[in-house]
């Protein structure tokens, strides 16, 4: 059969879904300046391709503009089509960052944080999802069987992960019935989460191949474990010094750091609805799940908010240390996820302020979540009134579709999306 290759353009929004259209490979060079067709509605699709309510109604156009820096172009070599597609940014048909754009709201974390504190962001996203390919089995966390049972799903996944530019660091098969995580190695700024969506989408394109699913639901089974994505983030100055270590700190954290760390942990509430924006974000978020349940920073505590990584003592102590954020989840957008840590970060160096002895319990609800969003001048601020208006509204009208399903019903709902 003849066939014509194809390339899409596309973004990552409030449903945490990458979403956008496809054109022929050979309309690319005049295509990259100009983009495709967006429509502003478009983010207003949620989980469940629902719109329950948008601001924007029917109408207005917009552009999905490919970044040039963030082509995947990955061949399987088994007789598939090709994972040929761009990340881009939405703009208004003059060219101008539209409000909304999802690499907007990080691109603009980014520079204030380079504002307030003259350094740039090094970030890796840690995914686990749970991969259908396998049976679980009895006594498989870590093991070596549960690794076997994945067959050939991590090879090629691997192989698929650094044809698409992402370094891979490592695979292993997590604590719950049929969960695996990956770690791709760190990047800066943008790319950093550019990668933490192109990496979940190879694990998507791997499964799919294979006939099976890569599922990044933030929980399969409400008494189970869940899927977590943990952020972890350190800071370079700009001669790419590592600046986030000081020994004789809080933790072994500089005093940027620990502003910036209490910022997350004062802001926490309201970043909840913006790092685990799921219903079933807040069943992975109850104790003794390896998930956190306050907003709280500690050394290597796997149940805390924000865990001080371990650093293995020598010379490049500084260089390995790193912070990460563990409240976020697969129902996420990296970009929005990341922008949502870094923005109240920036907050708390801007504000000077301290770390607390003691965080309040999280947000026991996605409700309750969006409600301190909603009361949140600063994430009012940061993301701007209309962007803050529509997040609402569309996380509103996803939490009122799940309003009297059972945890287990929800829980079916978001993996069949997630
Ligand atoms: N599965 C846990 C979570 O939901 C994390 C387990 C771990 O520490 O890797 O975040
Ligand atoms: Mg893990």
């Not at 399987?76 to 597609?85: I, L, N, R, V």
């Not at 060219?95 to 504002?115: I, K, M, N, S, T």
């Not at 909840?272 to 978020?285: E, G, K």
């Not at 801007?350 to 026991?364: M, Q, S, T």
Request: net charge negative; aromatic share 8%.
């Amino acid at each position: 059969m003849n066939r014509e290759p194809l390339v899409m353009v596309c973004t990552c929004e409030m449903a945490g879904r990458v979403r956008g259209k496809g054109f022929p490979v050979r309309e690319l060079p005049g295509r990259m300046g100009k983009g495709v067709g967006w429509v502003p509605t478009n983010a207003m699709i949620n989980a469940f391709s629902a719109i329950p309510g948008t601001p924007f109604g029917t109408g207005g156009d917009l552009i999905l503009v490919p970044d040039p820096g963030c082509e995947v172009d990955v061949d399987f070599a088994d007789g598939s089509a090709k994972e040929h597609f761009f990340l881009g940014d939405i703009r208004w048909l003059d060219g101008r960052a539209w409000e909304l754009c999802p690499r907007e709201f990080l691109r603009r974390a980014l520079a204030a944080l380079q504002d307030a504190a003259g350094v740039r962001l090094v970030a890796a996203f840690e995914h686990e999802f749970t991969y259908t390919g396998v049976e679980d089995g009895p006594g498989n966390p870590y093991s070596l069987e549960a690794f076997r049972r994945q067959g050939v799903f991590a090879e090629v996944f691997t192989a698929a992960l650094r044809a698409a530019g992402c370094e891979p660091d490592s695979f292993m098969a997590e604590y719950g019935g049929r969960q695996y995580e990956f770690t791709v190695d760190v990047a800066e700024g943008i790319r950093a989460a550019d990668r933490a969506v192109v990496a979940r989408e190879m694990a998507r394109a791997t499964a799919h191949r294979l006939g099976h699913r890569a599922i990044f639901s933030p929980v399969l089974d409400p008494a189970g474990v869940g899927n977590g994505v943990h952020i972890h983030f350190s800071f370079k100055d700009a001669a790419g010094t590592p600046v986030m270590h000081d020994p004789a700190g809080r933790l072994g954290l500089s005093g940027l750091a620990q502003h910036f760390v209490a910022g997350i942990l004062h802001h926490q509430p309201a970043l909840c609805a913006l790092t685990a924006p799921a219903t079933i974000s807040y069943i992975r978020l109850r104790p003794n799940r390896w998930a956190p349940t306050h907003a709280n920073l500690e050394q290597q505590d796997r149940a805390a908010a924000l865990r001080v990584c371990p650093v293995i003592p020598g010379p490049n102590v500084a260089r390995q240390f790193n912070v990460e954020y563990r409240v976020a989840d697969g129902a996420a957008s990296p970009y929005i996820a990341l922008a949502a840590v870094v923005w109240a970060g920036v907050d708390g160096i801007r504000r000077g302020l301290a770390i607390p002895d003691e965080g309040p319990a999280l947000p026991a609800s996605l409700d309750a979540a969006l409600d301190a969003l909603e009361a949140s001048q600063a994430a009012r601020d940061w993301m701007g009134e209309s962007f803050h208006g529509a997040y609402l509204m569309h996380k509103r009208g996803e939490a009122a579709m799940m309003a009297g399903l059972t945890e287990a019903e929800q829980c079916a709902r978001y993996a069949a999306t997630y």
